[in-house]
């Protein structure tokens, strides 16, 4: 039985996939082309989970002749997913089909990159898919003898659908209507949340002033930021914690998040809930709010020991 392995991340699997692996099965070469789904990629890890990457794929490809979905790198736990590893291991498992290892050019033009790749022709044999003018290099095409089939260009992307959804934008035509509606069922290639915490310390009221801020992409701490800012109150130094941040913001193009700081003043000020009374604070409290408008964030009050922003504002930093 001849058997092309068509393996990748499918992140999510697409109607390029489909295809593809169609055309590799229609032309004549294959009994079957099996799904390979990687389990834990080494170069770059998949965003959605193995399982929901296997569904993903089983519904894209229901009642299509010849297309197998193949969780085989998943039963076998095999960690970190290497070619060459699992290949030793499809080829023992199943030592009764010929097997072929399905490539694009760009992979097979970096192969020497890949672990123990001198051992991957005793494995398989290699199908090179050719989009045009080959543009790999005759030695590698010499040391793996592929097969090379002609195969169409297609101008669909896992990164180009995850994008989309993040956006919020729609992925129709892209991939199933079933496919999507997995994505959203199980909430699937969300953004996950922005937040910062800001805070400032002073020695002394007025004293001279620390301030900091913590960005976090949901549970993890993308950017951390701290400063000796000058002289004046605590009051000063968490509005200059609170501008640093927005700043950072605006000029990274992030919107649309939430500010965590622990002065319950301050967060009344920016509610309306409290007047600003101090000439000092006026101008910073007003340029505040024009930032915080303008990149549509919303301000809230956290305990101190929730702050993640305070210890940073106790860095023994130099003094400007």
């Known amino acids: 039985m001849k058997v092309a ?14 295809i593809l692996a169609r055309d590799l099965y229609e032309s004549g ?7 390979l789904v990687n389990y ?4 770059k890890k998949a965003e ?17 002749e010849g297309l197998e979905v193949d969780a085989f790198e998943g039963e076998r736990a095999i960690s970190p997913s290497y070619t060459y590893r699992v290949l030793k291991a499809y080829r023992k498992a199943h030592q009764n089909c010929d097997l072929y290892f399905v490539v694009g050019e760009d992979q097979l ?9 001198q051992e991957l022709p005793s494995l398989t044999r290699f ?22 089939l002609t195969v169409r260009k297609l101008d669909v992307s896992a990164s180009e659908i995850r994008r989309r959804l993040k956006e919020g934008r729609s992925v129709r035509g892209l991939t199933s209507d079933e496919v999507i509606q997995y994505i959203q069922t199980h909430s699937l290639y969300k953004e996950e949340p922005l937040s910062i915490y800001a805070d400032a310390s002073a020695k002394g009221n007025p004293g001279e002033l620390t301030v900091a801020f913590v960005v976090k992409r949901g549970d993890r701490i993308i950017y951390e930021f701290s400063r000796v800012a000058g002289y004046g109150t605590n009051n000063e ?8 941040a927005l700043t950072w913001a605006k000029r990274e193009n992030l919107s649309n998040f939430t500010v965590y700081m622990d002065s319950r003043l301050v967060v009344n000020q920016l509610r309306g809930t409290y007047r600003v009374r101090s000439s000092r604070i006026a101008p910073l409290y007003m340029e505040a709010l024009s930032l915080l408008k303008e990149l549509g964030v ?9 702050n993640v922003a305070d210890p940073l504002t106790r860095l023994k930093l130099p003094t400007l």
């Open 5 to 18: 392995l068509f393996g990748g991340r499918f992140d999510p699997p697409h109607f390029g996939h489909l």
């Open 48 to 64: 959605a989970s193995f399982p929901h990457r296997v569904r993903m794929l089983e519904i894209l490809t229901k009642n299509e």
């Open 127 to 148: 199908v090179l898919l050719k989009r045009g003018t080959l543009r790999v290099p005759r030695e590698i095409m010499e040391f793996f003898r592929p097969m090379v």
């Open 29 to 35: 070469h294959f009994d079957t082309v099996r799904f």
């Open 109 to 117: 033009a970096q192969i020497r990159t890949w672990k123990n790749y």
């Open 237 to 244: 130094g968490e509005y200059l914690a609170l501008l640093e």
């Open 40 to 43: 834990d990629p080494p170069h």
């Open 298 to 306: 919303t301000v809230a009050y956290i305990p101190r020991r929730l």
